[in-house]
């Protein structure tokens, strides 16, 4: 699932939280709010509280203000005595009595009469023939008894009591707050509604997005670009952790022996060996070189696999130290590669050279095709490309080329359409043809015009690129360094380091099985006749072909070789000049074709082999020079030139340029 929309659930997730915590808090503030308003209950129970105690003081009232006793007579009904007054007559709030009698028109009348005494439990009914005599009406004070206070005690007897005056609320606004509450309740009914439907919806989406893939849709995940780069990056990360190869659980209490072996110094230990069989497999290493930024990281260059006819023909793969099963980068090409080169002024670009004769180059944050190379015309090579570097400064600086067929050409790094200067090596003293076969170059330190390239008829030439001094741009035809019996495989000069300038030694190896050293001729003197210069020293050791040879950067004296039979050799001419100090075999024991000592100390050599791997060795403490290490070599040169001339090998070179 892409980013995009995993951030798209995650959203939808988001917003149906919000939801359902909307939904309870507004169902929690209607709970609060119903608690907190009176209801119904309570407003009856006052109302009823009010008429009770209403009531309840008007009963007393009466009970303390006398009896009050309804009188009436029948018609024809005498009263009775006045000594029942008191009792039979009615009190009035003012304390008097006051009595209504019936009188019949006929006084001789005999009339039935009844009276209701009030204050028994009886009607007495008396039935008395008799005459009715005259009445009239008497009015008298009556003694009226003191009212006994009765002490209630409620609710309302221990608080003061606050006259409110209750607002006048009329119909209408009762009404329209009663509407109001009616189309809230019926709003929020709605919202709870819209709510879960929302709800519902989201959910039935989520469940969607997270359902179980087809075998269709699964495959084109698995086959998109951005999965595929995601699991490259990310499975190298890890693959780097796993490689680190530190030791965790240490322990740094124990100490070590105090006596080691006199020989351990001198030892050469294999960190690794980098192969990758979709990759390496019927390959060659052709090339290997350091990054100039990453000392950890390497590049190789690979030639044809003849079995694998739909794969690239050339490979380059850059590889890392901490990521040991499988190349960081890895780089195609339509042709073998022959040479390959980090740029030292931009740590991203890698050139490579090809059978082809074409330049590309690549750049570690594109893909696996070169972003820029050179036309397939005469205006570059048509030829096989074995050597190649680059020269000049940060701000000014070439690539320098070199073919077979004696084609050097000088490019600008950021335009391969053309060269910026082609030079024809040609040299008069060839039988059939003049052109110089060229299999390799190097420039001394500090020099960007003059180079020296090997060739396949075993002599080495020095050449310029522009006209200067007393030498014009070209092949020097007089200067001829003669030794070899073979073509020439690998030419290196000696680095410009420590005290004493050595930079005109230079070494090379060849098929004859020898490593030679030469001293170059100072370019200030050039021969004005055809001269043959003859090597200072040979190596005579080795049993097979020698392959490749590079001074070490940092320790004057020290040198190493490689060879058909896989041996890696380290030279030191201070201690020994028959024999190697140390002498490896690597690996299966097929050839080893390119060596290079890495950029930051030299402890590290890289070692490419014929059967695709990639070694990686390392020289310990053999690289810490000593001080006098630039006075002895001088010393041990100086022998050699005096035993050259003394077998009259050597014909009067000067030392130094």
Known sequence: MSDKRRAEIEAKRAKLAELRKARADRQRAETERRQTEPGPSSVARRDVDDLVNQLVGSRSGLDTGGDLTPSSSL??????????????????????????????????????????????????????????????????????????ERVIYNKEVQTTAIETETPQVSEDEIRQQIMRERELEAERIAQDKELEEESVQLEKEIEQEIRELTEEERSHILSAPEFLDFVEQSSKIVQRALNDGYDYIRDYTIGTEANGDDSEGKRVKRICAFYDERYGKNRSITDVDWSPKYPELSVASYNKNPAALNEPDGIVAVWNLHLLDRPEFVFHSQSDVLSVTFSPFHSNLVFGGTY??????????????????????????????????????????????????????????????????????IHAGHNKTGEVAITTLDFPDNETTTFWVGTEEGNVYQANRYDRAGAKAGLNQYDIYKGHAGPVMGLHFHPLV???????????????????????????????????????????????????????????????????????????????????????NVGSGRAINKLQWDRKDGRRAALGGSDGKLYVYDIGDMVLPRESEWTDLQKTIAGFIGGAQTNGAVDGIVAGR
């Open 75 to 148: 018609p024809n009904t005498p009263p009775r005595p006045s000594t029942n007054l008191l009792h039979g007559s009615a009190l009035s709030p003012s304390g008097r009595a006051s009595r209504q009698s019936d009188i019949g028109s006929d006084k001789d009348r005999v009339s039935m009469g009844t009276t209701m005494v009030g204050m028994m439990d009886h009607v007495d009914r008396v039935l008395t023939p008799r005459f009715i005599p005259d009445l009239i009406d008497v009015e008298q004070e009556l003694f009226e008894l003191p009212q006994r």
């Open 356 to 425: 082809s004769g074409q330049i590309l180059l690549w750049d570690t944050r594109s893909k696996h095709l070169p972003v820029l190379k050179t036309p397939l015309s005469a205006a570059g090579h048509t030829h096989p490309v074995y050597a190649m570097q680059m020269v000049g400064t940060q701000n000014a600086h070439n690539l320098i080329t070199s073919s077979t067929d004696g084609t050097v050409c000088s490019w600008l790094v950021d335009m391969l359409a053309q060269p910026q200067e082609t030079l024809e090596l």
């Open 498 to 584: 420590g005290p004493v300038d050595f930079s005109d030694l230079f070494l090379t190896t060849s098929v004859d099985w020898t490593v030679k050293l030469w001293r170059a001729k100072s370019l200030a003197k050039p021969s004005t006749a055809a001269h043959a210069i003859s090597p200072i020293y040979s190596f005579d050791e080795a049993d097979d072909y020698v392959y490749d040879a590079k001074w070490h950067p940092a320790h004057p004296a020290l040198f190493g070789t490689v060879d058909g039979s896989g041996r890696f050799d380290v030279w030191n001419l201070n201690t020994d000049t028959e024999v190697p100090v140390v002498s490896t």
